[in-house]
């Protein structure tokens, strides 16, 4: 059986619906909480990053570790799929830059695909717009050699692919509804900056997720495959 290998960077932040789609393509997940464990010698089949409420230009010693250990998972050639935060260590670990984003973005926000990228195997498959759940307040620039497949009014790069097999993406297509429970629960000043309620959130997340995890399995179904 193939190892994947999740990076957490806070116990309620986990794999969500992707646990599943990877089990179904025969991966074993395993996870690791990056703050609190030192990072594998070795690189898994599969390299899933997760969100945190951190940043990456934080100064925490474990930060540069984790960045030197996606960089050479994308550099072997290995799938590797970065999610919120994820996405932004995979960002800065290939050169691009995170900073503060225009606002802060949390619960359904409208996504586009890029033009140019209408062919991408995975992101090719979704619908020139469709809404995600989102959670944070940092955006990125795109790495060198890296491609833009999706935008939104005030972050102009949410998603993006570097080669074939590294993608990052910053919204969540993963969460369950358990998961944002726990993200209104651990991060209420989040709720409240965003001048919106935990119901809310729930209640849109409820209409949502279903059709987040459907894409969610289309991109592990390209990256496993």
């Not at 995979?90 to 973005?105: D, H, N, W």
């Not at 998603?159 to 209420?188: K, M, P, Q, S, T």
């Not at 995890?213 to 390209?222: K, M």
């Amino acid at each position: 059986m193939k190892q994947a290998l999740c990076l957490q960077h806070v116990p309620f932040e986990g794999p969500g619906t992707f646990r599943q789609a990877l089990e179904n393509r025969h991966y074993q997940l395993d996870t690791l909480l990056v703050p609190e464990r030192d990072l594998p010698r070795t690189l898994p089949d599969f390299l899933l990053v997760m969100g945190g409420p951190m940043s990456v230009n934080d100064s925490d010693p474990w930060i540069e570790k984790e960045l030197l250990f996606i960089r050479r998972a994308i550099e072997a050639g290995i799938p590797v799929l970065g999610v919120c935060l994820g996405s932004q260590f995979m960002a800065k670990a290939l050169g691009g830059q995170v900073r503060p984003g225009p606002r802060l973005e949390i619960g359904p926000t409208p996504v586009t695909r890029t033009v140019e990228e209408d062919t991408d195997p995975a992101f090719g498959t979704f619908p020139r717009e469709f809404t995600v759940f989102q959670w944070h307040g940092e955006g990125l620039t795109l790495p060198p050699g890296a491609c833009v497949l999706a935008a939104s009014e005030f972050y102009p790069v949410q998603a993006f692919r570097y080669g074939d097999r590294a993608y990052g993406v910053l919204f969540h297509l993963e969460l369950e509804i358990d998961g944002v429970a726990a993200l209104c629960r651990e991060c209420a000043d989040d709720v409240q900056r965003a001048h919106t309620t935990t119901e809310a959130l729930l209640a849109s997340a409820e209409t949502l997720l279903p059709e987040s995890h459907h894409f969610a399995n289309r991109l592990i179904a390209h990256l496993a495959s």
